[in-house]
């Protein structure tokens, strides 16, 4: 094992499978000769001749172009700049690249992987900060990814791009810096669908997606400190989601907090704690609680953005609130 970041994890990846697929290309803005604007492609310049796209500022045609070349051969990889500018091209992936496996009869294959940066990172306001993943974990037809660590990201990847399904790789702006250990050499496939207990613990199950999962983390502890034993579940995909291990989870410490930073109309973190509700009832020692941003757009200035993310305080805060006050003597 080493160490790498989360950003060299997926560079890794998209490395090794074009390698591995001579009939692999990726399409994105700016993604040569400087890497694009996270930096993902370094070291790309020249290496895969015909197979590297610079994009104009068209992310329907990215995604478009993307998708032909998926359903001709591929596999292919869109970049788009951020999560936010899904949403013009949202007839291409909810339309089209979702419903033609379906459509087909399993006759066409559609290995399209749209890799995407998502969620909060300092000053970039309300076009270029939400997360939108429910959006597209609503839709029949698409997986949907959001790696928490380095080995998560190359793994989940390499799984992506070796699929047949359209596949929404979220990688959150905050985690590209961040290290983790990765194997080295042979070979790191993930499953979709398999979470990851990231924590053992016996008295609250806290399901947390993306960069909450280190959020979480830090909460937890915190909360060891204070007498407070919390299992912490990294869905990995939030469509497929591994709902056995959840409720493995829930059967064990009877109370779930769920950790997602969007805000919590309709979202993923709605969905789990619905399903929690509905599946484990007679499991529960009290309401499921949810933690996710204020339903607001996304502020820049400094002093509103602490307030618009969930944050480890109000993490502990609320697993503080749903133990069992003890009766004074």
Not at 144 to 152: C, E, G, K, Y
Not at 169 to 184: D, N, S, W
Request: with cysteine.
């Amino acid at each position: 094992m080493r160490e790498i970041t989360y950003r060299d994890a997926i560079r890794e990846a998209l490395m090794e499978e074009m390698e591995r697929q001579p009939s692999m290309i990726i399409i994105g803005e700016d993604i040569l000769p400087g890497g694009g604007a996270f930096g993902i492609h370094q070291g790309f310049d020249g290496r895969f001749p015909g197979r590297m796209f610079e994009a104009p500022i068209s992310e329907a045609a990215i995604i478009g172009t993307a998708l032909g070349a998926a359903l001709t051969g591929g596999p292919a990889v869109a970049e788009i700049m951020y999560s936010d500018f899904l949403t013009v091209c949202m007839d291409e992936i909810v339309n089209q690249a979702a419903k033609i496996r379906y459509m087909t009869g399993g006759q066409a294959r559609v290995p399209l992987v749209i890799r995407t940066p998502c969620g909060m990172t300092k000053g970039i306001a309300a076009q270029h900060s939400q997360s939108i993943e429910a959006w597209f974990a609503h839709v029949p037809g698409l997986r949907v990814v959001m790696p928490s660590t380095p080995a998560d990201a190359k793994g989940l990847l390499k799984t992506a791009l070796r699929g047949e399904d359209p596949v929404v790789f979220l990688e959150h702006k905050l985690l590209y810096a961040t290290k983790g250990p990765v194997q080295e050499g042979g070979e790191l496939l993930i499953p979709f669908g398999s979470a990851a207990v990231v924590r053992q613990g016996s008295d609250l199950t806290i399901v947390a997606t993306g960069l909450m999962v280190s959020r979480a983390v830090e909460a937890a502890t915190r909360l060891e400190q204070a007498g407070i034993s919390v299992e912490i579940i990294d869905p990995r995909t939030v469509s497929p989601i591994d709902w056995d291990t959840i409720f493995a989870s829930v059967d064990k410490t009877g109370r779930a907090l769920i950790v997602n930073e969007a805000t919590l109309t309709c979202s993923v973190a709605s969905e789990i704690a619905a399903t929690i509700g509905e599946k484990r009832f007679n499991s529960l020692d009290g309401p499921v609680r949810r933690i996710g941003s204020p339903f607001v757009p996304k502020p820049s200035t400094p002093g509103l953005e602490k307030l618009a993310y969930p944050s480890t305080d109000g993490i502990v805060r609320t697993a503080t609130e749903m133990m069992p006050r003890k009766r004074a003597a």
